[in-house]
């Protein structure tokens, strides 16, 4: 049971790259979510996904684009790479409903130049 | 959304109980609160959470008041290995499906 995996660990784009940061999970979970995470503060919600087919915008939706064609796999997709968006990126999973355990990857260290 | 508030850091001894404060008291009645922890930058590791009972695991025990807005993570017997930053977090949205993070509380244990 690999849980959720997030692809690349680490990467280092130019400013104006795009890239796709890549995040499967194997518990059938309907829930994805992508969260960011930058030096010394708590993680902040970009993107979320009730299920195949359903995106929404979390907090901070800007410069980063997603989509849910199956239940197991979330891509979030920067468009175009900017020096803001260095940070650490973590998907996470979970069943539906407010009491069920949501589950992290273990994180995507990204850096622009 | 409901927030929540933390001391920024604490200290604790090894093998003694590490007790980390939570306000909340903005919660709305169907949303629950979790803790997580993350050492270093590693992903969030799930700790425990509950919606108005106390609540104990393997890991730690959850006190929840019973205005529900405050709740006490307990280690019982903390070690240098949970040295971390601690997050009380509200589950909220429509479905719960998502989490408001704070800058949490960073546990140092100390030898």
């Known amino acids: 049971n690999a849980g959720v995996t997030q692809t690349p660990k680490f990467q280092v784009l130019k400013t104006g790259q795009s890239m796709t940061l890549q995040c499967a999970q194997d518990?059938?979970?309907?829930?994805m979510s992508w969260y960011r995470q930058d030096p010394g503060m708590g993680l902040r919600l970009i993107h979320y996904s009730v299920g195949a087919g359903i995106t929404d915008q979390g907090e901070v939706p800007n410069g980063y684009n997603v989509s849910r064609s199956t239940t197991e796999d979330f891509p979030l997709r920067l468009l175009s790479a900017a020096p803001s968006q260095t940070s650490v990126y973590f998907c996470?999973?979970?069943?539906?409903?407010?009491?069920?355990?949501?589950?992290f990857g273990e994180g995507s260290w990204l850096t622009v130049v | 959304d409901a927030k929540t508030t933390q001391p920024p850091s604490m200290d604790c001894a090894e093998g003694r109980a590490a007790n980390l404060p939570c306000n909340h008291s903005t919660i709305s009645g169907n949303e629950y609160v979790y803790w997580y922890r993350q050492i270093h930058s590693q992903g969030p590791q799930y700790i425990i959470h509950g919606l108005k009972n106390n609540e104990t695991n393997e890991m730690a025990s959850l006190i929840i008041t019973e205005d529900r807005k405050s709740s006490t993570l307990i280690l019982p017997h903390a070690t240098l290995r949970d040295t971390a930053v601690y997050y009380c977090?509200?589950?909220?949205?429509?479905?719960?499906?998502?989490?408001?993070f704070g800058p949490g509380t960073r546990l140092s244990v100390l030898p």
């Open positions: 518990m059938n979970h309907e829930y």
């Open positions: 996470a999973s979970s069943h539906g409903g407010p009491g069920n355990t949501i589950y």
């Open positions: 977090i509200v589950r909220v949205g429509e479905n719960g499906q998502n989490f408001v």
